[in-house]
């Protein structure tokens, strides 16, 4: 069992950054696949960043890259994303998740774990 709880959220203005991070409990938080996803109001889920176990890669979605950054801290259990040149499109609440397979690292249903979420809000 992993929980979860997302932390950093709040108001921010146009091209302002967040950083978000998602703390882990339990003693094997290196060895799972962590990512954010987010959801907008009226809107479906989406994936927005993963970073695989150590030494891995992490993705990007289109939509955040070059401005989001993934990174993970396995001494601290602790997952952060560094989003910066944010837009009021990116309001949204984000919330982390956690899985044990390497596959399929867009796909929300195959998240084993999730946090409880965050509220980031971009003005213009």
């Known amino acids: 069992q992993v929980q979860l709880v997302e932390s950093g959220g709040g108001l921010v203005q146009a091209g302002g950054s967040l950083r978000l991070s998602c703390a882990a409990s339990?003693?094997?938080?290196?060895?799972?696949?962590m990512a954010w996803f987010r959801r907008a109001p009226g809107k479906e889920r989406e994936f927005v960043a993963a970073a695989r176990r150590s030494g891995g890669s992490s993705d990007y979605a289109d939509s955040v890259k070059g401005r989001f950054t993934i990174s993970r801290d396995n001494a601290k259990n602790t997952l952060y994303l560094q989003m910066n040149s944010l837009k009021p499109e990116d309001t949204a609440v984000y919330y982390c998740a956690a899985r044990k397979l390497d596959v399929r690292l867009r796909a929300a249903e195959a998240y084993d774990y999730w946090g409880q979420g965050t509220q980031v809000t971009v003005s213009s």
């Open positions: 339990g003693r094997t938080f290196s060895s799972y696949v």
